[in-house]
């Protein structure tokens, strides 16, 4: 057994370029939805029909997802290669998949290629890109590593996967800075993926701990740490929700007033146990704040005239 596991390294020792399939897996796909779906709440919001934009569509898809999320992914493994050595070390970088400093290289041209696609899609989408990929560098790359804080780092996830595609959905389509009630959507949801994210951060507890993350529910403890995300996630679903109806969408408001319901109804179940239901309330309630974004943008977007 031990001779076949040395065979199986030694290619690996000798790799001298990443292989599509590593690149592919350093840039986690599936971490591309949640600006994706931003990105397109952005686009309903302004009423624009989108069989008109397509080409802006995937354009902007493309560029939530693969480019500018793509590349937080690539940045955050670069330099947590010596922390994911000791704790995943099957992933690209460790596991010599990405050998040698093919990893940061990743990182700085797909950080160059979203800035140069972002710019030909114009200056407003540029400056959102160049916002969120300066977030994603200080979020994992000293001296500032915005991840060891979870105020902070949640922060700053929090606006690339909310505030920023959404933002830049609604430019998109129409070319100017998006009106008051869109940018205001997209502020209160981007302050609610705060809660969204310390959630995530219970599947590592132990591990932050040991390694010096100051996330919140290591700040905090696990059950202050959920109730202040509950409290996070709500408070901007009820402004949004004073909001719909302060702009006369009663429709709209009533479903978000059905899905925040339903949310603390089952924010009880997870403040009951909050380390071991953090990813059930992930799958139940999360989905339900995912699909009031939606609700939401539908209700504004009748105010376009379109």
């Known amino acids: 057994m031990a001779e076949a596991g040395t065979g199986a390294r030694a290619p690996m020792a000798l790799r001298v370029r990443p292989e599509a399939s590593a690149v592919i897996e350093l840039l986690k796909p599936i971490t591309w939805f949640a600006p994706m779906w931003a990105f397109g709440c952005g686009i309903v919001s302004t009423g624009q029909p989108i069989s008109d934009h397509l080409v802006v569509l995937l354009a902007g898809i493309v560029l939530a997802g693969p480019l500018v999320c793509g590349t937080s992914q690539a940045v955050n493994d670069w330099y947590d290669r010596h922390v994911d050595a000791i704790n995943e070390p099957n992933r690209p970088i460790p596991s010599g998949r990405i050998p040698g400093r093919w990893g ?20 407003l989408t540029l400056a959102a890109a160049a916002v969120g990929l300066a977030l994603a560098w200080a979020y994992s790359a000293p001296p500032l590593r915005l991840k060891l804080n979870g105020w902070w780092g949640n922060a700053a996830v929090a606006a690339c996967y909310e505030g920023l595609p959404w933002f830049t959905g609604a430019v998109l389509v129409t070319g100017a800075v998006p009106s008051t009630e869109i940018l205001a959507l997209a502020m209160l949801y981007s302050i609610g993926a705060h809660g969204i994210m310390t959630l995530n951060d219970f599947k590592a507890i132990e591990g932050d701990r040991q390694l010096g993350v100051a996330s919140l529910p290591v700040q905090l403890g696990p059950e202050l740490a959920a109730k202040v995300a509950c409290i996070v996630m709500g408070l901007p679903q009820l402004a949004v929700l004073a909001l719909l109806l302060y702009l006369g969408l009663f429709a709209g408001s009533a479903i978000i007033a059905v899905f925040l319901l339903a949310q603390l109804v089952l924010m009880r179940r997870l403040l009951a146990d ?17 699909l009031g974004m939606l609700a939401s943008a539908l209700a504004v977007a009748t105010l376009s005239g379109v």
């Open 104 to 123: 940061l290289g990743i990182a700085v041209t797909c950080t160059f290629l979203s800035l140069v696609f972002a710019a030909m899609l114009g200056p």
């Open 274 to 290: 909050p380390r071991a239901n953090a990813p059930w309330y992930n799958a139940t309630g999360t989905t339900l704040y995912v």
